[in-house]
């Protein structure tokens, strides 16, 4: 399996912009499709942002679609969340994940989670 470590979490106004990393070791980066997922205070953790193993392919909730972008660099073995035009509700623990195959949408792909950072969003 492959372990994760997720940083760049951080307190920030509204309208704000955050940049979150999460760097792979221990197996095969580039055979996994990547994915961001975030869990507020007494809620079920949702999907953020997901990326293909390689080559194009994104895909994004409704409520981050225009103001996040997910990317990767294989020869780095990172996966980035770039988030802009932060809002309160986008606060969360922002954890990443790694799936051996889609959907990548579904959390239940995915057999490695990060620890989480947290983002915290002022009005």
Same mark, same amino acid.
């Given at each position: 399996? =492959?372990?994760? =470590? ?16 999460? @760097? @792979? ?14 869990? @507020? ?7 953020? @942002? ?74």
């Amino acid at each position: 399996q =492959v372990q994760l =470590v997720e940083s760049g979490g951080g307190l920030v106004q509204a309208g704000g912009s955050l940049r979150l990393s999460c @760097a @792979a070791s221990g197996s095969t980066f580039s055979s996994y499709g990547m994915g961001w997922f975030r869990q @507020a205070p007494g809620k079920e953790r949702e999907f953020v @942002a997901a990326i293909r193993r390689s080559g194009p392919g994104t895909s994004y909730a409704d409520s981050v679609k225009g103001r996040f972008t997910i990317s990767r660099d294989n020869t780095k073995s990172t996966v980035y969340l770039q988030m802009n035009n932060l809002k309160p509700e986008d606060t969360a623990v922002y954890y990443c994940g790694a799936a051996p195959s889609p959907p990548y949408s579904d959390s239940s792909r995915y057999e490695s989670w990060g620890q989480g950072t947290q983002v915290t969003v002022s009005s």
